[in-house]
C-alpha cells in the first residue's frame, strides 16, 4: 500500500520562509539579551534586546515581527535561556522586567506597520530616515508605556519614580540602539545597490 503526498501541501512555501525567519529574529532577540550593561539609575539593566525588536519590525513587518517577539517570549517561558543575561522561566515574565518583556510583540508590530505602512512589506532600504526615525521612536514608546507601568506595580514606586527609573534612565541607549539599527538598515541598502 501507498500512499501519494504529492498533492498535499501542509504549509505554503511563503509561511515556512516567514515561520523560518521569525525563528531567526525571535533567537537574534534572546543572543541580545546576553549582551548587558548595569544601569546606575534603574533596577533593569540596558541590554541589546531592542534592537532585535527594531529590527524585526522592520524586517519583518507587523505580523511577522510580532510573531517572532511572541515565540521569543514563549521560548524564554518555557525555559529557554533568552531572557537578561541568559536567564529563563516564568518569573521573568512577571518580575521587574515584565512590562518591557510583554511589550515587545506589541512595539514590533507598531515597528512594522509604521515602515511597511500596513501589513504588505516593502523594501525597508527604501523608507525615508524619517520614517525610520518616527517607527522606532513608537515601538519605543510602546516598550517603555509597559516597562514603567510593569516596574511600578512590581516595585511599588511612584509615577515619577517610575518613569525615571524606567524609561529616562533608558533614553541614552535607546539612542544608540535607534542609530544602530538605522546603520544597518541602510548598510543593506548600500549592499543592495
Do not use: C
Request: net charge negative; charged share 10%; no cysteine.
Amino acid at each position: 500500500m501507498s500512499t501519494r503526498t504529492e498533492d498535499v501541501d501542509l504549509v505554503g512555501d511563503e509561511t515556512a520562509i516567514n515561520l523560518a525567519r521569525a525563528a531567526l529574529f525571535a533567537a537574534l532577540v534572546g543572543a541580545f539579551a546576553y549582551v548587558t550593561f548595569p544601569n546606575p539609575v534603574s533596577p533593569v539593566s540596558v541590554t541589546l534586546q531592542v534592537l532585535g525588536v527594531f529590527l524585526a519590525g522592520i524586517y519583518l513587518g507587523p505580523v511577522w515581527g510580532a510573531a517572532s517577539l511572541v515565540f521569543y517570549l514563549a521560548a524564554g517561558g518555557l525555559g529557554a535561556p533568552v531572557f537578561e543575561g541568559g536567564s529563563a522561566g516564568v518569573g521573568v515574565l512577571v518580575g521587574q522586567s515584565a512590562g518591557y518583556l510583554w511589550s515587545y510583540p506589541l512595539a514590533a508590530g507598531a515597528v512594522g506597520a509604521v515602515v511597511h505602512r500596513g501589513v504588505d512589506l516593502r523594501d525597508p532600504a527604501s523608507v525615508s530616515l524619517v520614517t525610520l526615525a518616527a517607527a522606532m521612536g513608537l515601538g519605543t514608546a510602546v516598550i517603555y508605556a509597559f516597562g514603567v507601568a510593569g516596574l511600578a506595580i512590581v516595585l511599588s514606586l511612584d509615577p515619577v519614580e517610575a518613569v525615571t527609573v524606567g524609561a529616562v534612565a533608558f533614553l541614552p541607549a535607546e539612542a544608540v540602539k535607534l542609530a544602530a539599527a538605522v546603520g544597518i538598515v541602510r548598510s543593506d541598502a548600500i549592499a543592495a545597490a
